[in-house]
């Protein structure tokens, strides 16, 4: 099946500093990507739609400024959390899809703000 | 709204007991269902999907088959593995877009030898 694969897969900064996480289809391109936040023992929250060459699309309560998110190629999405506290702490997802009903998951990213 | 809603966990079973994880889901016209399963420290992998009323999605030995008269989407499993410990997640999307998904809280499996 497709792969995607997420970069670094665990991450650990000082507050305030601001951190990137890589988001790539491996054998697909993906005009959409999606970005899911995952507390402990808690289920997803979509945070934003990734689009290829556009902005990205927030759900509500999610603060764009704070979540930085870049789709500058058909196979590369990027999530930067920027001045990252430890409440920021979590484990990041991002997906893509194949078609209207199928989704690919990243391994995941945990991020640790000390 | 969109709503998914998920046994209780945690679960806990004897090798090769018989597995049953309830589902049931709230949503507008025709979703799509998806059972997704998560091992430790990774991300979610899909384990079987129906995207319409009366389909029957199976994989691994896992099925689950999807009820509009009760609006339902419970996995099965004849007999499980301690291989099988994981989280699984009940989800749904419009089925125009997988990737706004509507995920369950995730149910807790540990299967003991």
């Known amino acids: 099946g497709a792969v995607v694969s997420q970069h670094p897969s665990r991450v650990i900064c000082k507050s305030g500093t601001s951190v990137k996480i890589e988001c790539r289809s491996l054998d697909f391109q993906a005009t959409t990507m999606f970005w899911y936040r995952q507390f402990p023992k808690q289920s997803l929250m979509l945070m934003a739609t990734s689009n290829e060459g556009s902005k990205a699309t927030y759900e509500q309560g999610v603060e764009k400024d704070k979540f930085l998110i870049n789709h500058a190629s058909l196979t590369l999405s990027t999530l930067t959390v920027t001045s990252a506290h430890p409440e920021d702490s979590s484990f990041y997802i991002c997906s893509a899809t194949l078609g209207p009903d199928t989704q690919y998951f990243g391994p995941g990213t945990r991020l640790t703000v000390l | ?113």
């Open chain 2, 1 to 113: 709204g969109n709503s998914v809603t998920q046994m209780e966990g945690p679960v806990t079973l004897s090798e090769e007991a018989f597995l049953t994880i309830n589902c049931t889901y709230t949503a507008t016209g025709y979703p799509s269902l998806f059972w997704y399963v998560q091992y430790p420290g990774e991300g979610l992998q899909l384990l079987l999907k129906a995207t319409k009323a009366d389909d029957k999605g199976s994989n691994k030995g896992f099925e689950a088959t999807y009820r509009k008269e009760t609006t339902s989407f419970h996995l099965e499993k004849g007999s499980v593995q301690v291989s099988d410990s994981a989280v699984y997640f009940c989800a749904l999307s419009d089925g125009t877009n997988a990737g706004k998904s509507t995920f369950g809280d995730g149910t807790t499996l540990t299967v003991k030898p």
